[in-house]
């Protein structure tokens, strides 16, 4: 079994750093690329600036695959919670973590699929997300359905209802 060890993080507004250890490789981290921005009425993922090159081809696409930092459940305490009822129903059942959507997990690494409304400069307007405002973007990943999408996808009774 690798054990992987987390050495330290950093989140501020303009910079998420995870330093991460493990017997097999060297350290390494991720940087925040940008920042969710929500209002009452707009929703919108603003990239950094020096990453805004790799929006290029972006707008051809109708949706984004957003991976983002659940950055207001960053405790120790919430990084070992291992099963919840998913979706806080005490009717489901209890359910490890690595088979629910919960933003409780050991890597508080949330991913959600957005229809992109428009791009403008670094600026990506999508119509929603289930990240809080100030989450960081870890990375964004054009949806493709012919790789994205299982038809026959098998799931749990919980997820049907």
């Known amino acids: 079994m690798t054990k992987i060890f987390l050495l330290s993080i950093l989140v501020s507004p303009f910079l998420l750093t995870i330093a991460l250890s493990s ?3 060297k350290d390494f981290q991720i940087f925040s690329i940008g920042v969710i921005k929500k209002t009452k009425h707009t929703t919108i993922i ?3 600036k020096k990453y805004e090159d790799a929006l290029l ?3 051809q696409f109708s949706h984004v695959i957003v991976c983002y930092w ?3 459940n960053d405790t ?3 990084r070992n919670i291992l099963q919840v009822h998913p979706r806080g129903d005490r ?5 490890g973590v690595f088979a629910t959507r919960s933003p409780v997990r050991p890597n ?3 991913i959600s699929i957005c229809k992109i409304l428009s791009i403008d400069g670094n600026i990506i307007h999508i119509d929603k997300i289930d990240a809080l405002d100030g989450s960081p973007v870890i990375d964004l990943k054009p949806y493709i359905p012919r790789d994205d999408s299982i038809p026959d996808a098998r799931v ?3 997820v049907k209802k």
């Open 23 to 25: 017997p097999i490789s």
């Open 46 to 48: 603003e990239i950094y």
């Open 57 to 59: 081809g972006l707008h």
């Open 70 to 72: 659940f950055h207001k």
């Open 76 to 78: 120790a305490e919430k």
């Open 91 to 95: 009717r489901n059942p209890l359910t």
């Open 108 to 110: 508080l690494i949330g």
């Open 156 to 158: 749990p009774e919980w």
